[in-house]
């Protein structure tokens, strides 16, 4: 199949890129592919004829999104409806990866694909567009994740290393809960969610759940870093933008759809502490 990853030059598209295998995938960037263009994205479409589209590409700066909803309404909303229109004339599957910040963030126990959607934040208010909008197209799948990192891009797991690199103390919330789940986890059960054709609406993160001072002190722990590490509250940093108290996913509908491949998030995690300590002792690919 010919797959077309939107947002080519992001964290979850490399892994798509890097662990797909026995399929054309493309991954063209911002600059070849602009989701703001809505004529872009449909020459592009039609000219590349891809079997599927996975739209990974989205206005990800959740704070700024506060300031600039119009903007993030654009890309991560209103694209998605251009998406599904230029899928349906080429009769290709939509893809449309989706967050927890969908909903609340008030649960107690973790939130099932058909729990009630209530976004609080600008972020959250536009992806849950995208979401609706990927229903426009004839064959589409939602799939919501959360707390995505990798061995590359911009993420809570490379900002860890570098500052305890640095010898900088670290103060990390620690009430806020999630599971944070490596890109090439994630990349390798969407492979398998386009194979098997799965429809609808699924949560695809890793099993379990911890907070993001359980993930650092994980990170830390595996990676053999001595690192300054104490607990904070969510209130001790006040930022433009909520974050959900509490983000965990169940992914039953998924299970219930067919082969589940998610590991732990300590699994992922160590699966990419290992390939990063290669890349940094130049016996492994950057
Ligand atoms: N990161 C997470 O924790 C997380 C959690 C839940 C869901 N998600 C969702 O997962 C998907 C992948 O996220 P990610 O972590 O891979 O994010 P990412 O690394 O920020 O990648 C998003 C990509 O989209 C690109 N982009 C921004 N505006 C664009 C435009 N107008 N046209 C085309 N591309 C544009 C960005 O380019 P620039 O870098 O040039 O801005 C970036 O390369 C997104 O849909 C995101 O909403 C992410």
Not at 53 to 75: K, S
């Amino acid at each position: 199949m010919r797959i077309v990853v939107t947002g080519g030059s992001g964290q979850l598209a490399r892994a798509i890129r890097e662990t797909w295998t026995g399929h054309d995938v493309l991954c063209p960037p911002e600059a070849e592919l602009d989701l703001s263009q809505r004529e872009a994205i449909r020459q592009v479409l039609l000219t590349l004829k891809p079997d599927v589209v996975i739209n990974a590409g989205a206005f990800t700066q959740v704070d700024r999104c506060e300031t600039e909803e119009p903007l993030a309404t654009l890309i991560n909303g209103t694209a998605v409806t251009w998406l599904a229109e230029a899928c349906n004339e080429l009769d290709a599957k939509l893809v449309q990866i989706s967050t927890d910040y969908v909903f609340d963030g008030q649960a107690t126990r973790p939130y099932l694909e058909t729990d009630p959607v209530a976004p609080r934040s600008a972020y959250g208010r536009t992806k849950l567009l995208g979401e609706q909008a990927a229903r426009g197209c004839n064959r589409h799948l939602v799939a919501r994740t959360a707390w995505l990192y990798d061995a590359w891009g911009k993420n809570f797991f490379l900002t860890m290393v570098n500052a305890a690199r640095q010898g900088r103390a670290l103060r990390v919330v620690a009430d806020q809960r999630g599971t944070p789940t490596s890109c090439r986890a994630l990349a390798r059960q969407l492979q398998t969610v386009v194979e098997e054709d799965w429809q609808g609406l699924v949560h695809a993160t890793c099993a379990g759940e911890t907070t993001w001072h359980g993930f650092a002190t994980e990170i830390f722990r595996q990676l053999a870093i001595p690192a300054e590490l104490s607990p904070c509250t969510t209130a001790d940093y006040p930022l433009p933008a909520p974050r959900p108290a509490y983000s965990v996913l169940d992914g039953a509908h998924r299970r219930a759809l067919g082969t589940d491949q998610m590991p732990t998030w300590e699994q992922a995690l160590t699966e990419v502490v290992d390939d990063f300590q290669r890349a940094s002792s130049g016996t492994g690919p950057a």
